[in-house]
């Protein structure tokens, strides 16, 4: 079985991002929060 790539809204595939520098409120690249968000 083949998958197709996700694409974005203009057709192209997604692009991996946020691992240099890691984003998110702790920086660990998720979107993980707490009450302190």
């Known amino acids: 079985m083949?998958?197709?790539p996700s694409l974005n809204v203009l057709g192209q595939p997604?692009?991996?991002c946020s691992f240099d520098?890691?984003?998110g409120f702790f920086?660990?690249?998720c979107c993980?929060?707490?009450e302190e968000d």
């Open 14 to 16: 997604l692009v991996p």
């Open 21 to 23: 520098p890691l984003t």
């Open 27 to 29: 920086r660990d690249g």
């Open 32 to 34: 993980k929060t707490n």
């Open 2 to 4: 083949q998958f197709e």
